[in-house]
């Protein structure tokens, strides 16, 4: 049930707050990805694309706010199309390589960097318009200008800037990922900053930093304590790093997850986020070892279960979401089917 807020702009308008709940179960997601798992194996891989689909409305299907849920539309065949795309273009890669001069190769390898935002392009159009809620479909106008710019040209920057940069890149890339996705005809926008991006960079730095030397001295500790002693305290600290190494990523996850869901706007229904770090932390760290103790048999527990925490923190509100729904949806239907027969290309952005 909505849940109704009082805006800082107008007091004399309420603003109804809408929960984003998800219903999905480890357990039945189990029986899925295990068929999918086996199918794909069985087949060499064709089974994929429509092991995509059903683990996509599973979730689209399991995803409920205000009393209606999420529809994924696409077709497994449209998915098949691209990814044996994808599959002819690695072949002729390793093709060139091994068979062909290396002049050659230079000259592929640059044809593939110019075909890049092409395919971030298609991707994450496909993604966009093969989804709705309310019979509204999402959309993408980005163009190939604007996904060469964030994820060549931006990233160019980071790289010779020796990582300093990489903040403004992730600034960048989601303004233009954020920026030209629609629901029905809005327009989305998001207000997050290069320094909020930059917060997250220092952050995990100085993390990074402390828990660094920690591991160092301890080594060194463990080292002068003796051959024997030191080769089982040492793999303990390994093993203590490589928990580190995974808890400085959920951090990142978790942060980023908060600012870019915190930050989107549609007109005047806005996404808010309140993801704990440290909660995210222990839901990522608790995964991420029963999936090494299980040999990956916990994943669709530990895929559930992170969904299920983030959607549980993430919120709509709007004056009137039903009357947003009716104005975006008005001639939204024209882009639904005119990007109806693309096909995915397999690359998640």
Do not use: C
Not at 33 to 60: D, E, P, Q
């Amino acid at each position: 049930m909505a849940e109704t807020v009082p805006t800082e702009e107008n007091r004399t308008t309420d603003v109804e707050r809408y929960p984003i709940l998800f219903s999905g179960d480890g357990s039945e997601f189990f029986r899925i990805w295990i068929v999918n798992l086996l199918l794909s194996i069985a087949t060499v891989g064709i089974y994929s694309a429509w092991a995509k689909v059903r683990t996509k409305r599973y979730f689209y299907g399991n995803t409920e706010v205000d009393g209606d849920r999420f529809v994924y539309h696409a077709k497994p065949i449209q998915i098949l199309k691209g990814r044996l795309i994808a599959i002819a273009l690695l072949v002729i890669y390793f093709l060139a390589q091994n068979f062909l001069p290396p002049e050659f190769n230079a000259v592929l390898f640059l044809v593939l960097v110019v075909f890049t935002p092409i395919i971030v392009v298609r991707s994450l159009r496909f993604n966009a318009v093969m989804s709705s809620w309310r019979n509204v479909r999402f959309g993408f106008q980005g163009d190939v200008w604007g996904a060469a710019k964030a994820f060549l040209f931006w990233p160019l920057f980071g790289a010779i800037t020796f990582g300093m940069g990489m903040p403004y890149v992730w600034y960048k890339q989601n303004q233009y990922v954020v920026g030209n996705h629609l629901f029905g005809t809005t327009k989305a926008d998001s207000s997050t900053t290069g320094s909020d991006f930059y917060y997250i960079f220092f952050v995990l730095m100085g993390l990074g930093l402390v828990l660094g030397i920690a591991v160092i001295i301890l080594t060194a500790i463990f080292t002068v304590a003796g051959e024997e002693a030191a080769v089982g305290l040492l793999s303990i600290v390994y093993i203590g790093y490589f928990v580190v190494y995974v808890g400085l990523f959920a951090v990142f996850q978790a942060m980023r997850y908060r600012l870019v869901y915190d930050n989107i706007g549609l007109d005047d229904t806005l996404l808010h986020s309140d993801v704990v770090t440290r909660e995210w932390v222990v839901i990522v760290v608790k995964n991420t070892i029963l999936l090494l103790v299980t040999v990956g048999l916990y994943y669709p527990w530990a895929r559930v279960r992170l969904t299920e925490y983030m959607l549980a923190h993430t919120t709509i509100s709007s004056p009137d979401l039903s009357s947003f729904v009716a104005r975006t949806g008005e001639d939204s239907n024209a882009l639904g089917e005119e990007l109806g027969e693309a096909f995915d290309l397999g690359i998640g952005v």
